[in-house]
């Protein structure tokens, strides 16, 4: 069974761009969570995803924003990018949500934000 | 004052020593759980749980509710276990986000 898969693997962009991420959930899985990982701030919850609903939302501002699609793909778009959005992007998989199952964890996406 | 503690911050040990890490938290949870983070990022869920102990080879997880207290322990520890654990609740004012200690970084030493 193929495990999460998120793309890019890396990226780089410039303030005030905007970038788009993807993840693919393990099949079957229908909820998707994405994070933010920043080596002061650790991991924030950034959004759930759940048949195609934002189920539950971090404190995050509206320029992270968020979907799924019908076969469980999610996207996390960000815009207007600042500095401080370099991190690593997780995204995490589960049948139901991470309020009643494990979640299984993609290898992230890696922006830079210069 | 962060609503997840984690105790340790970092931890370094001997093989084959008993690990125990620890997880505090300040809010209502419903459930917490506990991940490993290996260097390069990829993580791993290791146990969910909302009350009682969890036992999965060598690592067994706690709960006491009324504390707000968990631990991780590893028994027979193993160069292999280096890694970050991260304890995660799910709680707060929603009771449905999902709050994130900040991690303990255990190196094993062979």
């Known amino acids: 069974k193929a495990g999460v898969t998120q793309t890019p693997r890396y990226l780089i962009k410039t303030r005030g761009q905007q970038v788009t991420l993807s993840c693919s959930p393990i099949?079957?899985?229908?909820?998707v969570s994405w994070y933010q990982q920043t080596p002061g701030q650790g991991l924030q919850f950034l959004f759930e995803?759940?048949?195609?609903?934002?189920?539950n939302k971090g404190n995050f501002p509206g320029r992270f924003s968020g979907r799924q699609f019908s076969n469980s793909r999610s996207e996390m778009n960000v815009s207007t990018l600042e500095l401080g959005d370099s991190a690593l992007y997780l995204c995490?998989?589960?049948?139901?949500?991470?309020?009643?199952?494990?979640?299984?964890f993609g290898p992230g996406t890696r922006l830079t934000v210069l | 004052k962060n609503e997840v503690e984690q105790s340790p911050q970092n931890l370094t040990a001997q093989e084959g020593e008993f690990i125990t890490i620890n997880c505090s938290y300040s809010?209502?949870?419903?459930?917490l759980h506990w991940l490993q983070q290996h260097p390069g990022g990829g993580i791993v869920s290791l146990f969910m749980?909302?009350?009682?102990?969890k036992k999965h080879g060598r690592l067994i997880a706690t709960i006491n509710i009324q504390e707000k207290h968990s631990s991780l322990h590893i028994t027979a520890s193993h160069p292999r276990d280096s890694a970050v654990y991260i304890c995660?609740?799910?709680?707060?004012?929603?009771?449905?986000?999902?709050?994130w200690g900040a991690g303990t970084k255990l190196i094993i030493k062979p």
């Open positions: 995490a998989s589960s049948l139901a949500g991470y309020f009643y199952n494990e979640q299984f």
């Open positions: 099949s079957g899985h229908r909820s």
């Open positions: 995803y759940f048949s195609e609903t934002q189920r």
């Open positions: 809010v209502g949870i419903s459930a």
């Open positions: 749980l909302s009350s009682g102990k």
């Open positions: 995660a609740v799910i709680g707060g004012d929603s009771n449905y986000q999902l709050i």
